[in-house]
């Protein structure tokens, strides 16, 4: 069952922006994080708000994307800049309920998922 919900998605060129949204109401004061799935790879997390604003970024996005809530609480966003083709993959939003703080990078850790938003950077 998908409680989570993704949208923004879409085609860019390389050196493009794109915003991904995550309506995540009830979520928020948990861990939650982006995660994305290339084809023939496995799913690997990006970066991941705890729930008082800590935030972790892996080498590859750090400088280019950012993750953030909005003040209300309902809502997850990833902006994304700079984009490169290494970045074209299926973009997940996911809340993990057993964390709140020392959030993870790995899946297994998050049981809330969406249905994911293509992410396609062209060359």
């Known amino acids: 069952q998908v409680q989570l919900v993704e949208s923004g998605g879409g085609s860019v060129q390389a050196g493009g922006s794109l915003r991904l949204s995550c309506g995540a109401s009830?979520?928020?004061?948990?861990?939650m994080g982006w995660f994305r799935q290339a084809p023939g790879k496995e799913r690997e997390g990006i970066t991941h708000?705890?729930?008082?604003?800590?935030?972790t970024y892996v080498d590859s996005v750090r400088g280019r994307f950012t993750i953030s809530k909005d003040r209300a609480k309902t809502t997850l966003y990833l902006q994304m800049n700079s984009l490169k083709p290494e970045d074209t993959a299926m973009y997940y939003c996911?809340?993990?309920?057993?964390?709140?703080?020392?959030?993870?990078?790995?899946?297994?850790?998050?049981?809330?998922w969406g249905q994911g938003t293509q992410v396609t950077v062209s060359s």
């Open positions: 009830g979520y928020t004061s948990y861990c």
């Open positions: 996911a809340a993990s309920r057993s964390r709140t703080w020392a959030c993870s990078m790995d899946p297994s850790d998050y049981d809330v």
């Open positions: 708000i705890s729930s008082l604003g800590g935030i």
